[in-house]
């Protein structure tokens, strides 16, 4: 099998924090590494630290213990080359759809062709909303297009935070497709961050579980078969999506 360079290291890390008269640790001592072109899920119970882990690696919160290390680099601070799609999916409400989707590639003066524009916008199957603002879409559209323009920034990472919560599962799946086909593409790596046990397996190939309170990581997954178009109605597709809910049926 082909393997990648290493495109990322989160070592020993730790995150408390720290309040007037109490302190509180979210994550201990995790450690994981992803490959250039190559995917990770992140799952676990809310409050066990997902999004602290994506806005670390993103170098907008530091860690209390522990390094990030992104290529060659210690992370300290925002980096071009990582792109963070959040929660709240941050659109100006003031801004047409069209400018939204690029902004971030106008900011940092990244071309974009028609070509490339239409490709993303088709793959998440947002062509026909240009002319409206983010208080005309429904939650899903607003993600959408927040996920389209950070895909214009070309990062080597993309950082995603519950990309498709919110959005009917047969929409769902094809929007997951809609980034499968983007990834294969354009072979950035991604960490998404998810509820849904099913999307963990289509999309990530590895799958990392964590716990509240606990240390380190509960359990990591392998999964290789995930990124292909094919994946949802293959038998490792469904035995692995069986591991999965039973790991995390199973913690505390
Ligand atoms: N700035 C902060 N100050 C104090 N506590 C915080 C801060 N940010 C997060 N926390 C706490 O850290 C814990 C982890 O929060 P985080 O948002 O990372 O959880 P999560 O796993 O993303 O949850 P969810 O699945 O609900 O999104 C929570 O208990 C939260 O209250
Ligand atoms: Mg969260």
Same mark, same amino acid.
């Given at each position: 099998?082909?393997?990648?360079?290493? &495109?990322?290291?989160?070592? @020993?890390?730790?995150?408390?924090?720290?309040?007037?008269?109490?302190?509180?640790? %979210?994550?201990?001592?995790?450690?994981?590494?992803?490959?250039? *072109?190559? *995917?990770?899920? %992140?799952?676990?119970?809310?409050?066990?630290?997902?999004?602290?882990?994506?806005?670390?690696? $993103?170098?907008?919160?530091?860690?209390?213990?522990?390094?990030?290390?992104?290529?060659?680099?210690?992370?300290?601070?925002?980096?071009?080359?990582?792109?963070?799609?959040?929660?709240?999916?941050?659109?100006?409400?003031?801004?047409?759809?069209?400018?939204?989707?690029? &902004?971030? $590639?106008?900011?940092?003066?990244?071309?974009?062709? #028609?070509?490339?524009?239409?490709?993303?916008?088709?793959?998440?199957?947002? @062509?026909?909303?240009?002319?409206?603002?983010? #208080?005309?879409?429904?939650?899903?559209?607003?993600?959408?297009?927040?996920?389209?323009?950070?895909?214009?920034?070309?990062? *080597?990472?993309?950082?995603?935070? @519950?990309?498709?919560?919110?959005?009917?599962?047969?929409?769902?799946?094809?929007?997951?497709?809609?980034?499968? =086909?983007?990834?294969?593409?354009?072979?950035? *790596?991604?960490?998404?961050?998810?509820?849904?046990?099913?999307?963990?397996?289509?999309?990530?190939?590895?799958?990392?579980?964590?716990?509240?309170? $606990?240390?380190?990581?509960?359990?990591?997954?392998?999964?290789?078969?995930?990124? #292909?178009?094919?994946?949802?109605?293959?038998? @490792?597709?469904?035995?692995?999506?069986? $591991? &999965?809910?039973?790991?995390?049926?199973?913690? =505390?």
């Amino acid at each position: 099998m082909e393997t990648f360079p290493e &495109l990322l290291r989160v070592a @020993e890390v730790q995150k408390t924090f720290f309040d007037a008269n109490e302190s509180k640790t %979210v994550l201990n001592r995790v450690n994981f590494t992803l490959s250039m *072109s190559d *995917s990770l899920a %992140v799952v676990g119970p809310s409050g066990c630290g997902k999004t602290t882990l994506l806005l670390m690696i $993103a170098g907008l919160l530091p860690a209390t213990r522990g390094a990030i290390l992104f290529g060659c680099e210690v992370v300290e601070g925002p980096n071009r080359k990582i792109a963070l799609v959040l929660q709240h999916y941050g659109l100006f409400p003031w801004k047409t759809v069209a400018a939204n989707i690029m &902004l971030g $590639a106008k900011l940092q003066k990244i071309r974009v062709s #028609d070509a490339e524009l239409m490709d993303v916008k088709k793959a998440l199957n947002i @062509e026909d909303i240009d002319h409206l603002y983010p #208080d005309q879409l429904s939650g899903g559209q607003r993600q959408r297009v927040a996920l389209a323009r950070a895909i214009l920034l070309r990062p *080597s990472l993309l950082l995603l935070d @519950e990309p498709f919560a919110a959005i009917d599962t047969i929409t769902r799946e094809r929007l997951q497709n809609g980034l499968v =086909t983007v990834f294969n593409e354009r072979r950035f *790596s991604f960490i998404i961050v998810t509820h849904n046990i099913e999307e963990a397996v289509f999309l990530g190939r590895r799958i990392i579980v964590l716990e509240n309170g $606990a240390e380190g990581i509960r359990t990591v997954l392998n999964n290789p078969g995930a990124g #292909d178009l094919g994946y949802r109605n293959s038998p @490792e597709f469904f035995k692995l999506t069986l $591991a &999965l809910r039973n790991i995390l049926e199973n913690l =505390t």
